[in-house]
Every structure is written in C-alpha cells, then in structure tokens.
Nanobody
Framework: VQLVESGGGLVQAGGSLRLACAAS????????MTWYRQAPGKQRELVATITGIENTNYAESVKGRFTISRENAKNTMYLQMNSLRPEDTATYYC???????????????????WGQGTKVTVSS
C-alpha cells in the first residue's frame, strides 16, 4: 500500500483546508485510515480515524472543526479542516491499517502504512 497526502499549505486562523490521502496498491484490505499530526518538538498525535466509511472518531481538540471522510471509489481519504487555529500547525500524516477477519468480528492487523506527510501552517 502506498499513500500520498496533499492539500497542505499556509492559511490564516479561522480559515479552512482540505487534506487528501490517496491510496494505491492493495487497497481492498484497508479497514481503518487515520490522520495523525506532528508539530515541531512534539510527539505525533492522532487527529481523526475512520473505519469503513462511517465509523469515525476525533481528538477532542478538533471535534466540531474537522471532518474525516473516505471515498472508496477513489481510494482516497479526506480531512476537512475548518476554523483552523495556530495550534493546528503541524505536518499531517496519513495512516492506513490493513486488517483481515475470518468471522467479521475479530480483526487481525496485517500492516500499517504511512504517507510522507503534508505541512499545514496556520498564521495568527
């Protein structure tokens, strides 16, 4: 699985950006996709995750401002970021988790894949 992020850039506080993560390769086995971010000097943190196409979870710091979505026909995940704040400044990384199941209830992780990151800078 290969992942390529796009959509980062410089935006003023209060503005919006939409990030995209395009997957290629063995995409049919990707069950969960996640956006992480890492600010300079800080640890990488989870931003939002989507399992399937509807099961989503968000970090408290982005709830109500960010929306994660997934378009399987295009093998692409998105992160719509609204009401951006200077503290959202970071490099954003896409993660894809390949999982398999025998019974639809127990899932086994077969691999984690990462993109190269896209930088988001929010000016005050």
């Amino acid at each position: 699985v290969q992942l390529v992020e796009s959509g980062g850039g410089l935006v003023q506080a209060g503005g919006s950006l939409r990030l995209a993560c395009a997957a290629s390769g063995s995409t049919s086995s990707i069950r969960t996709m996640t956006w992480y971010r890492q600010a300079p000097g800080k640890q990488r943190e989870l931003v939002a995750t989507i399992t399937g196409i509807e099961n989503t979870n968000y970090a408290e710091s982005v709830k109500g401002r960010f929306t994660i979505s997934r378009e399987n026909a295009k093998n692409t995940m998105y992160l719509q970021m609204n009401s951006l704040r200077p503290e959202d400044t970071a490099t954003y990384y896409c993660n894809a988790r390949v999982e398999t199941t025998y019974d639809g209830r127990t899932w086994f992780v077969r691999g984690d894949y990462w993109g190269q990151g896209t930088k988001v800078t929010v000016s005050s």
